[in-house]
């Protein structure tokens, strides 16, 4: 995909802001006789090449403390993007954000965040499978691989979806031996989530759930987190990540171990990555 686009952030109150865009997207999706299904049920539908004209438009309420360091407040977010008519795909997406923290001493906060997604195409066409919404990972629910929840192909492989509900609770409190050092944070975590495909029912059963612990960092070349998780309730086909080290992190007395467990854990990456066949 290659394109252009312009967004504007307007200032309406001190803590509300709205946010305008328009992009225009071209996409080329190139199926071979090995393809993914969904791969090839698209170019038969919309052909190989595609042109979007992409409209966004949110509204944000935050009233937190920091934007980097949040101790208390709240961060409200409604936003979406539309494939406005003119364009050869026209769809929609919907997402609604609500975060919630309260510092229950000066060291230790509590984190809420709901997310809700929800997505679709229009004028007799569908959602494209690339617009489709993921769960799993890092930004949604730790313990699991990126993008590995909820609807699944013939191979095995995450699909998306059009509808996903995520939810996190966290402790937040500081790094031992870190003293008034902000920049890194401990967090205890439970998380739960899932993605829906189309017309399948939001069935709350189907959510996963995990816990574990992670560490946040604000480094210099921006934030930066390392969390542990374990899947609590998963089905069997479903791709989990290693936690290994969450007694090591548990045990941390200094930033030195801190940055031992780090690289420790990128030398494990890097291997992963070298040992998967090509």
């Not at 769960?135 to 699909?159: E, Y």
């Not at 870190?178 to 975590?189: A, N, P, Y």
Request: hydrophobic share 35%; net charge neutral.
């Amino acid at each position: 995909t290659t394109g252009a686009g312009v967004r504007y952030g307007i200032p309406v109150t001190e803590t509300d802001t709205i946010n305008l865009g328009l992009a225009y997207e071209a996409t080329r999706v190139k199926v071979f006789d090995d393809s993914p299904l969904r791969f090839k049920e698209f170019v038969d539908e919309f052909g190989e090449r595609n042109n979007t004209l992409r409209g966004d438009l949110g509204w944000a309420r935050d009233s937190r403390d920091s934007i980097f360091y949040p101790t208390k407040g709240r961060l409200q977010r409604v936003y979406g993007e539309i494939g406005l008519p003119g364009g050869d795909l026209t769809y929609y997406k919907l997402n609604y954000q609500h975060q919630w923290l309260k510092a229950l001493t000066p060291q230790i906060s509590v984190l809420l965040n709901g997310e809700f997604g929800y997505a679709g195409g229009y004028s007799g066409k569908e959602l494209p499978f690339f617009n489709n919404f993921f769960a799993g990972g890092v930004s949604s629910v730790r313990g699991f691989k990126t993008g590995a929840l909820g609807p699944k192909d013939t191979n095995g492989d995450a699909i998306g979806g059009t509808r996903r509900i995520i939810g996190n609770a966290e402790v937040l409190f500081p790094l031992p031996g870190t003293k008034e050092d902000k920049s890194f944070r401990l967090s205890l975590f439970v998380d739960a989530g899932t993605v829906y495909g189309k017309g399948e029912n939001l069935d709350l059963g189907k959510l996963r759930y995990s816990a574990g612990v992670g560490v946040n960092w604000f480094s210099p070349i921006g934030p930066i987190k390392l969390t542990f998780g374990v899947p609590i309730k998963k089905e069997k086909d479903d791709d989990i990540e290693q936690a290994s080290r969450i007694l090591r992190l548990l045990q941390i007395q200094s930033l030195r171990e801190m940055q031992t467990v780090i690289n420790e854990t990128i030398v494990e990456c890097q291997n992963l990555i070298t040992s998967e066949p090509k």
